[in-house]
């Protein structure tokens, strides 16, 4: 007898679909890979800006005259004093010798009233309450400790909370407590005493060999005597900085820091360079071919090619490359810091006037004016930046839409191959009988 047979049966719905999908979601990724590629164009725009800004930065940094009126000071003996030079100081060599240091006023307090030891500070002390005065520059100051006896850590908070310019503070020996009273700064000025005591709190002769009166530091420079109320002192040479340590002489040699002053002309170099190179490379990356990122390196480079107002190059300093700053062949700048220095010992009026004038026409003054320029609202930069906001908020847009399309694609799919699996289900099911039937 006659067979019948069929490849009819189930379908793989889910995997057909899929497959399907893939095609049709090629122009989706597409979209994404065009996404990808503008959000990486805006964080590459925003590292930019942010390397001009500090380009920026360096260049109004050679601007002032404290470019090159950077001092540094050497002590012969540091054990003795160091010094601080600032942008006031002078060169020369100070010879300073120390014969007294400043001290703050101290007091301590260890005994209750009979002479007997504290040996709990949260303890209530017996008839310490009421009030007591103390003197501090001149000025009295009452302390109230109610009418209830309180304990020592109590008194030391009420003195510290009364903010008069004593300190108090809570000391432990062996078991017993002290209370010690310090003046916030030294100086015979800052010395402070009783105008009423403290009720029934004394010193142990331990107590009184450990307070101290508040001394000035005394101190002669190149053999002018000088006082003064702290151990730092920052009026006695113009400019210098002066701390105290011990007793004793030595001499603080003041001169112009010029290795300082030239490392902060090679920081500007590198950022320039930082700046050149990154343009570069953008466009040759995320940039690729972009024409705002050629004007950026042409505006940078021409800063360095008009020669500076009142200056003639043949007897003055007028360009950067009579100071050693050259323009290599790549673009690039490069820092000879020989013939840097030789330039600021032989002219330093000129070669700071050569970065920032009252003219505003330094080299530095231009790269601050081109940089506020690139980086400003309506600058190269910014209209770049909006330009790649608009792209990615309209591929955004657009991805909505192709989703949006790729949804009702997927689902028409699964209800037209679902609906064929069905029916070749069917016929699966009617050839299974009739083969029954006629076997």
Do not use: H, W
Not at 217 to 233: C, F
């Amino acid at each position: 007898m006659a067979s019948i047979s069929t490849t009819a049966g189930s379908l793989d719905v889910q995997g057909l679909v899929s497959q399907l999908m893939t095609i049709e979601r090629q122009p989706l990724t597409a979209s994404q890979s065009r996404l990808s590629s503008y959000n990486s164009q805006l964080s590459d725009l925003g590292n930019l800006k942010s390397q001009l800004s500090t380009l920026q930065t360096k260049a109004r940094a050679l601007t002032t005259l404290d470019f090159v009126n950077i001092y540094k000071s050497t002590s012969s003996d540091t054990t003795v004093l160091s010094g601080t030079a600032g942008a006031d100081a002078s060169a020369g060599v100070y010879q300073i010798n120390v014969t007294k240091l400043a001290t703050s006023e101290q007091k301590v307090f260890d005994l209750r009233d009979g002479g007997s030891a504290i040996t709990d500070k949260a303890a209530a002390i017996a008839g310490l309450n009421g009030s007591f005065s103390i003197t501090v520059g001149g000025t009295t100051t009452a302390i109230d400790l109610g009418a209830s006896d309180v304990s020592l850590d109590t008194l030391r908070q009420k003195i510290n909370a009364a903010d008069i310019g004593v300190n108090a503070t809570i000391v432990s020996s062996q078991g017993n407590y002290k209370l010690v009273l310090a003046s916030e700064d030294s100086g015979s000025a800052n010395a402070f005493s009783f105008a009423t005591p403290i009720p029934v709190l004394g010193q142990s002769a331990t107590a009184v060999s450990e307070s101290k009166t508040a001394t000035d530091a005394e101190l002669t420079i190149n053999g002018v005597a000088i006082t003064a109320s702290s151990n730092t002192i920052t009026d006695a040479i113009s400019g210098i900085s002066l701390s105290l340590s011990k007793l004793g002489s030595a001499n603080l040699t003041v001169a112009r820091d010029e290795s300082s002053i030239i490392q902060k002309v090679q920081d500007f170099v590198d950022q320039f360079n930082t700046v050149k190179n990154l343009t570069g490379s953008l466009r040759s990356g995320s940039l690729k071919g972009d024409a705002s990122l050629l004007s950026i390196q042409q505006r940078l480079t021409s800063v360095l090619t008009k020669p500076v107002s009142g200056y003639d190059p043949t007897t003055d300093y007028a360009y950067l490359s009579q100071i050693g700053i050259s323009i290599q062949k790549d673009g690039t700048l490069k820092l000879d810091q020989s013939a840097f220095k030789k330039a600021m010992n032989d002219n330093l009026d000129n070669v700071s006037k050569l970065f920032g004038n009252t003219n505003n026409d330094g080299f530095g003054d231009r790269f601050v004016s081109q940089v506020t320029d690139l980086l400003g609202t309506t600058g190269i930069l910014e209209t770049r930046t909006a330009t790649v906001n608009i792209k990615i908020k309209d591929e955004e847009l657009n991805q909505d839409r192709i989703q949006e399309r790729l949804d009702n694609k997927e689902a028409s799919y699964l209800r037209q191959y679902s609906a064929l699996d069905a029916a070749l289900t069917e016929i699966q099911r009617t050839s299974s009988y009739l083969q029954s039937l006629l076997g």
